[in-house]
Every structure is written in C-alpha cells, then in structure tokens.
C-alpha cells in the first residue's frame, strides 16, 4: 500500500496489483503521487480492456481514480527515471516528468502489465514542466493506440481517457487537461538502459538487464551469453515492429532512445501519423526539422538507438572490452538483414502471395516507386490491388504496367484468387487513423467538449481489415483542404 497517499485519497480495491518495479533500487525511480486536480470527468473508459487486466473499478469512480485523484489500494505510485538521446543529442537525466506508474497487474494470459497515468502531475523529472497533459495529444494517443492494437501491431493500449477541468498553458494559449492512462508490457526503454550505464553504474545496470530477462525474455537465461541474447532478441522486436510500421504507412515521429520500449510495443504516441500519399521522405512532426525520422529512415533509426542500447551492455556481454564490442557489433551489423527479412514476408503478404520467390522484395519496391510517382493513396492502393488500384494512379497505365508483372508472378501459384484475396484483406487495411479525420476528432472535443467523432473513429479503427461500408467516408483520403500536413507533440 502507498503509505505515502493521503488516507481521504484512498480508493476501494479495484485490481490486484503485483508489483515489481517498485521493488528495485531506489535509484530506479522516485515514489510520487499524482496531483489532484479539481474536476475529473471520464471521457471514455476501456471495459474490454479493463476486463482483460481484472480491473474491476465502480463506475462512480472511474473518473477521479483515472485523474489521480483516487488512489487504488495496492497502488505503489512512482516516476520512473531513464535518460535518453532526443533528435541524436544525449540528455543523461530525463524520468517521467509527467507519467506516473500506479503499478502492475498480472492479466487474464498471465502477462504482467503496466498501469500508468500520463499527464498525473509534476514528479522530481518535471523539470520546466507542468506535469500536465492536454487534450488533444491525450486523445490522439488513445485513438492511434487502440487503433496500432486492432491492426495487430505491438503496442501500448488506452484504458481510459479523464478531463481535470483544469485549463493548462501550451504553445496554442490555454488548452483543456487531461489524462491518459497507459498499459504497457513494461515502460523499460533504451533510455533507462542508457542512465545507469552513462553513470558507470554497471550493479543497476546488471539489475535492470535481470529485471527485463525475467519479465520479457526469460528465453534469454537458456543461453551461453544471456546479456548478448537479450540485445539480440530486443533487436529482433524491433526489427519485426518497424516492419509493421512501414506496411501500414505509420510515422512514430519521435524515435528517441527513450521512445524506445525494450518490450518491442510502440510506445510514446506524439506526433506520430499515417501517410496517405504513398512518400518515403514524408515527415509530419512539427519539429523534425530534417527529416531525421521521416519514414523511410524508421528502420535506420531504430538500428542507431540499438547501437545505443548495446552500448550500455557492452559491460554486461563480457568483461574483454573487445570480445564485447565484436559479438555485440555482430547483433547491430545483423539489424538491416533482419529487417529486411521481416519486410519482405509482409510485403509478400500484402501483395498475397503465398510462396516465395528472388524478385518478391523488387516487385514490392517497384509497385512502392509507381506509387510514389503517381501520388497514390498507400492504403487504398494496397487495399484495392486486386479491384481498382489503378485509379489511384495519377497515370493509371504506370500501375497496370507493374500488375503485369504481380499477375504473371501470382500465376506461378497454386492459389486460388479467392484465398488470395483473403490473404490480402487480412494484410492491408481498409482503416487507418487518417491524420484528418483524427485532427476533425480532436478538435470538436477541444473546442465543443462534442465527443461523437472521437467514439466513431474508436468505432471504425477497431475493425480495420473490414469493409464497414456505412464508414466508407473513413477510408477515404482528404480533400485538399482537409489536410493536415503538421502534427505536434503538444507538451
Ligand atoms: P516525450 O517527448 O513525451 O517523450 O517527453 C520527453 C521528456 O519530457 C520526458 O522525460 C517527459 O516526461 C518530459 N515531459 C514532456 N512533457 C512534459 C510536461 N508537460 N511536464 C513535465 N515533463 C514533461
Ligand atoms: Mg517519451
């Protein structure tokens, strides 16, 4: 129990909690309670979610334990501390600056789960920092995570959304606050990795490694070097994620070390987008200056933030600095060729092709090129491959040049078109978080407090890979003057 929560702030049982984290060193975090705040009022509440972890809060509740103004019994409420290199600068001191982990739950597949409000208030991390969260990042995270989840992609959940009823000061002038709780295999990222390890401080970085083998990579204890095999297993779930990332056309936006999730989920929903217009180089952060994580370079940026990650184990891996950095580099070096393997089995599996053959990663990059070419729509194109794909061509004859060369290749199948176009549909989705539509959401709620395009979106995102044709008007892209061509972090 938080002894350190006030007694009036105690809400009734609501989980077992089990925590973990909470029983490392102090040096791994800071115990902190959330700030109270003066109106707390649910905006959406995860019930299927809520019911796979075995919460069990009353409804009357909902809105002042998800503000931090309640505090769960067994709840042990604490900041986690990590450092981090942000746009390639490394920053030896960042934590929780305004996320505070209330504990963990062990869910219906006995997995241990995170339960973490962000936007709780200041902790010792704060900083220049309010501590606070606004509105509109809150409900995009819980949009774009809810909607990475039903796409089948690693990732954080939503499992509620609260307004405080505080006004809270960003760039924009004064913005509605609001909370958003997270659950999360575990909030361990590069960047806690990278505090202890810029310390010299190798006895918690050796607790810490332990800590993320027992609860993500038990596998790892089996093998002859189970530090080298946890950084090869982490690099192996990035290299599948960012793969993932790239088939659905989602831009992270800010992939700093500590946005880096040692689990292998997204985590960290900034000002993170899916591209409509198929573009390698499309970037929509508002302060990705260089395109430093465009979309086409996710892969290379999440294989410079693990060559951050095996540098703080390079004391782990062995004690000859130089067999360390050689099996350590051995990993790194391998990133690209596993990605790129990744890669190629969902691009198979989007163009539905069931064997493969040499030319697969050439017939993928060349239909990617027509597209970039002709401007057409990534997910209406992918989703329409065996319909009219072509007329999201500028020139439609550049597509069906290429749908020569995939015809002559399916041919070479025993499949028949109707269990390809089942592989297919459950490759290439019909719904995505349009950058649009998600901005339409976003700002009815904040100016109008008018929730409705908030659920329907939730409503549509949940089942992307079916057609809804009552909700073809999500599956379009923007007109030109819905665009939305900037996103920002909001903090
Ligand atoms: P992010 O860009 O959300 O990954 O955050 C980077 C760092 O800034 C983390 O240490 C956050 O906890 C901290 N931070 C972001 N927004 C705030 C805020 N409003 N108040 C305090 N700390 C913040
Ligand atoms: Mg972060």
């Known amino acids: 129990m938080a002894d350190y929560a006030p007694v009036e702030r105690l809400a009734p049982n609501i989980a077992s909690f089990a925590n973990s984290y909470v ?3 102090a040096a791994f975090y800071a115990s902190t309670v959330p700030t109270t705040v003066p109106e707390p009022r649910l905006i959406k509440f995860n019930d299927a979610l809520a019911r796979e972890l075995g919460l069990t809060p009353p409804a009357s509740d ?38 505070i982990l209330l504990g963990e739950v062990i ?54 959304a609260v307004t405080t009823g505080q006004q809270i000061l960003r760039e924009e002038g004064m913005v509605p606050g609001a909370v958003l709780t997270r659950v999360a295999a575990s909030h361990v990222r590069v960047g806690t990795f990278q505090y202890f390890a810029s310390r010299g401080d190798e006895m918690s970085l ?21 530090y080298l095999a946890l950084l090869q297993l982490v690099a192996t779930a990035q290299a599948r994620l960012i793969a993932q990332w790239l088939h659905v056309g989602f831009i992270h936006g800010v992939m700093n070390t500590d946005n880096m999730a040692i689990s292998g989920q997204t985590i960290d929903f900034g000002p993170c987008a899916f591209m409509d217009v198929f573009d390698p180089a499309t970037v929509y952060s508002a302060i990705d200056h260089y395109g430093r994580y465009a979309y086409a370079n996710q892969p290379r940026i999440a294989n410079w933030n693990l060559a951050r990650f095996a540098e703080t184990m390079l004391p782990l891996i062995d004690e000859r ?22 890669w190629l089995a969902g691009a198979r599996a989007k163009l539905g092709l069931f064997t493969a053959e040499d030319g697969d990663a050439g017939l993928m990059n060349d239909l990617l090129e027509a597209m970039h070419k002709n401007q057409a729509d990534f997910t209406l194109t992918f989703r329409a491959l065996n319909g009219d794909a072509r007329s999201h061509f500028n020139d439609p004859s550049a597509f069906d040049a290429w749908a020569i060369n995939w015809r002559a290749r399916c041919s070479r199948e025993p499949q028949s078109p109707s269990e390809r176009s089942v592989k297919m549909q459950a ?29 329907e ?31 920002f972090c909001g903090t």
């Open 62 to 99: 909902l809105a002042a334990i998800f503000a931090g103004n309640l505090i769960p019994a067994g709840a042990e409420p604490l900041a986690m501390t990590y450092a981090g290199h942000q746009f390639g600068g490394f920053v030896p001191q960042l934590g929780d600056g305004r996320a």
């Open 23 to 25: 029983r490392l060193p």
């Open 427 to 455: 490759a290439n989705p019909a719904f995505i978080p349009r950058n649009h539509r998600v901005e339409q959401a976003l700002q009815a709620a904040i100016q109008h407090a008018d929730y409705s395009l908030f659920e």
């Open 107 to 160: 869910d219906a597949q006995g997995q241990r789960r995170d339960i973490q409000l962000k936007g709780a208030g200041r902790t010792p991390f704060s900083r220049r920092g309010d501590g606070r969260a606004a509105l509109g990042p809150v409900l995009r995270e819980y949009l774009v995570s809810e909607a990475m989840h039903a796409l089948g992609i690693p990732t954080t959940r939503a499992l509620a």
């Open 206 to 226: 050796r607790q810490l490694a332990d800590y993320v083998i027992n609860r993500h990579y038990p596998q790892a204890k089996a093998a002859e070097r189970p």
């Open 457 to 487: 979106l939730l409503l549509v995102l949940a089942n992307p890979y079916q057609d809804q044709p009552e909700f073809a008007r999500y599956a379009t892209p923007p007109e030109l003057g819905e665009r939305v061509l900037h996103t």
């Open 321 to 342: 600095q130089n067999t360390a950095v050689s099996q350590a580099s051995q990993v790194i070096e391998g990133f690209q060729a596993q990605f790129a393997d990744f």
